[in-house]
């Protein structure tokens, strides 16, 4: 994390790149919580800047996976879409942006299963448009495999039909194997486990 997107290396950056390590090594709810906080500490010093506010919120989505209480998972992700949506007013990447809002969506889908088809197509149109923005996503293209390995096969889910998506996730990650600076670089090693998982059922 020592390329800079500003224009300059800045104390900010530093921050944002130690707290990604931190939330890759985060075990525990009150270890997630801590990077959540230090990334709320981030946003709130650097106003014009986006990418705080995404990495504010990706963590949010990360920590109510796991927060079992149902009043707190909700708060998440509220302050989740309201960063979401600071991101987009500052004119940040939209494809990863819309990649984020939909896995908010799946998020949601998880606290909530009985809303499960609603926020499943929700999740999917954003997808959607993450990939119209940038076809190369590689994040779009695997959470839009995920969002179809858990639809019942009945309704064109399941993993025969996930797993092309994972593939062509798997062939764009390799192509931004060596992309530097803060820009989004998540969910390679998920999009491999899914791959292995579906394999697995055959």
């Known amino acids: 994390m020592t390329v800079s997107i500003f224009g300059q290396s800045s104390g900010s950056e530093q921050a944002i790149g130690e707290s990604l390590k931190l939330l890759e090594e985060a075990k525990t709810v009150e270890d997630m919580q ?3 906080n230090r990334f709320e500490r981030i946003a709130m010093t650097e106003t014009d800047r986006w990418e705080p506010m995404y990495y504010y919120a990706f963590a949010q989505i990360n920590l ?3 927060e ?6 909700d708060k998440l992700l509220k302050n989740a879409e309201m960063s979401i949506n600071k991101a987009l007013e500052l004119n940040g990447d939209k494809s990863e942006l819309h990649t984020l809002q939909g896995f908010l969506y799946q998020a949601m889908l998880s606290a909530d299963p009985g809303l499960a088809m609603t926020y499943s197509q929700k999740a999917a149109e954003f997808f959607g448009k993450a990939l119209y923005e940038n076809p190369e996503n590689p994040r779009a293209m695997y959470l839009m495999g995920m969002n179809i390995r ?3 096969e009945g309704f064109g889910g399941g993993c025969a ?3 092309p998506k994972f593939m062509a996730a798997k062939a764009l990650f390799e192509k931004e194997s060596g992309k530097q600076g803060l820009m989004p670089r998540w ?7 899914a791959i292995a998982g579906c394999n697995g059922e055959k």
Do not use: I, W
């Open 187 to 193: 969910g390679s090693m998920s999009n491999s486990e």
């Open 161 to 163: 039909n996930a797993l």
């Open 150 to 152: 858990y639809t019942p």
């Open 64 to 66: 109510s996976f796991r």
């Open 68 to 73: 079992q209480d149902d009043e707190m998972k």
């Open 34 to 36: 801590s990077v959540v």
